[in-house]
């Protein structure tokens, strides 16, 4: 049975607990990196150290007056520490603050869809093993065209994943800055320094350059890349239909007992949770879109980015940690019916040999024009009649005499499209 959501920890980063917790943690950090250059006297900074600390209830009612949330936190803090609250958000400006706890709630937030990226490519590369050796049949525009090892659907999935995974840590290798430079990003009131040391402190990288707010560019990254991800979750969803049809039948979601597909229908066995992750992968790609748009900022900085970000940044991560956490269940529980894959293939009497046919032929010293047609004819005949290709072809005097019984008969083995299939999967690392 698939597991319930349940993992309480993505949701945690995203709460107003750890967002002023977050706010907090980038004072501390401007105050000690102050304090160690001389700028904080020992006494002010320990009260601080001591004190700082929020309530959001509070904080919610300060806000009621200000209008400002940044200035309400502060106000707050300053009701615990005192007269030493003189030294918090010195030389500061809100985005210091914002963009900097932002940037660590997405290393939060990335680090956590990363280990579920790594449980989601550790189910499909044991898949690719267990299904391997297993004949299914490959389709292009949805047609029959030659048989292929199940475990290469499973390989092509591990593959895209290992990308994924590598755009992830470049994602969160991007956001993972912080900035302490002032209003319009000039360290006109704040020794450059200070931005340095903070950022050890949260143990983020300090920007090169910023105006009043880190750049969007970085955070229009981390949504694409949570795009991408959904991307390939919804190419693994849309699959797994397709294999569920009822005329296809080769895979089915796990349908757990006690389960019902439809109110109308007792024998329904819906591909629902594929069908979710197809859908729901429309709205990683909508946010990723809305990222983009706030990368164009008026001048050193305007807040057209920042509603659009409360919704896109805590959506998209806590979206594409659930997908994929529900993906990794799905392919664990996934069924396989290789008979059915079998009963699929021989649907077509033997017409998935065409191309080997065609292939001996050439090989044979007839022309690749004559010997497409000698093989085009018979398939059509096939196909229309219901016969059986290999009948057809021997059948063909022209093609008998320029292979012979006994080769014919050897190009109607479904062995060579399973002989590379270790190799693959050696070369994506799975073997």
């Known amino acids: 049975m698939i597991a319930r959501y349940t993992l309480p920890e993505m949701e945690r980063i995203w ?50 007056s200000t209008r400002h949330d940044v200035i309400a936190f502060l106000t707050n803090v300053a009701e615990y520490v005192g007269p030493a609250s003189r030294w918090i958000h010195y030389g500061m400006t809100s985005s210091d603050v914002l963009d900097t706890a932002t940037a660590m709630q997405l290393k939060q937030a990335g680090e956590l869809i990363l280990s579920q990226l790594h449980r989601l490519a550790e189910n499909l590369k044991l898949k690719a093993r267990e299904y391997r050796h297993t004949l299914c049949m490959g389709r292009s525009h949805g047609i029959h065209a030659e048989p292929s090892s199940f475990g290469l659907k499973f390989a092509l999935w591990y593959d895209e994943t290992q990308r994924n995974i590598k755009r992830l840590e470049d994602a969160i290798s991007i956001v993972s800055v912080g900035q302490i430079s002032g209003a319009v990003g000039n360290y006109a009131h704040l020794d450059p320094e200070v931005e340095t040391r903070a950022c050890k402190h949260l143990e983020l990288q300090p920007v090169n350059i910023s105006t009043q707010v880190i750049q969007r560019d970085r955070h229009a990254q981390f949504l694409f890349t949570l795009a991408q991800i959904g991307s390939t979750l919804e190419k693994i969803a849309l699959e ?192």
């Open 15 to 64: 709460t107003v607990e750890n967002r002023y917790r977050c706010w907090l943690e980038v004072e501390l950090a401007a105050a000690a990196a102050m304090h160690e250059m001389g700028k904080i006297p020992g006494a002010d900074y320990k009260e601080i150290c001591d004190k700082a600390d929020f309530d959001p209830e509070r904080i919610a009612e300060i806000e009621e």
């Open 240 to 431: 797994i239909r397709h294999l569920q049809r009822t005329e296809v039948r080769e895979a089915e979601e796990n349908f757990s007992k006690g389960q019902k597909g439809s109110s109308a229908m007792p024998h329904k066995r819906n591909p629902i949770l594929s069908e979710q992750l197809c859908g729901l992968a429309r709205i990683l790609r909508a946010n990723a879109d809305a990222a983009l748009e706030n990368n164009a900022l008026w001048h050193e900085r305007d807040i057209s980015h920042s509603s659009v970000e409360r919704v896109i940044l805590p959506d998209s991560s806590i979206l594409t940690h659930y997908m994929l956490v529900k993906s990794s269940a799905m392919i664990e529980t996934l069924a396989v019916y290789p008979d059915n894959m079998m009963k699929n293939i021989e649907l077509t009497h033997g017409l998935v040999f065409s191309q080997a046919l065609l292939l001996h032929l050439a090989n044979s010293g007839m022309t690749r024009e004559n010997a497409y047609a000698l093989v085009q004819k018979e398939a059509m005949k096939s196909i229309n009649d219901g016969e059986d290709f290999q009948s057809l072809i021997l059948a063909n005097r022209e093609i008998r005499d320029a292979l012979g019984r006994d080769e014919i008969a050897a190009i109607f083995s479904y062995d060579r499209y399973l002989k590379h299939a270790d190799f693959i999967l050696k070369r994506c690392g799975i073997l």
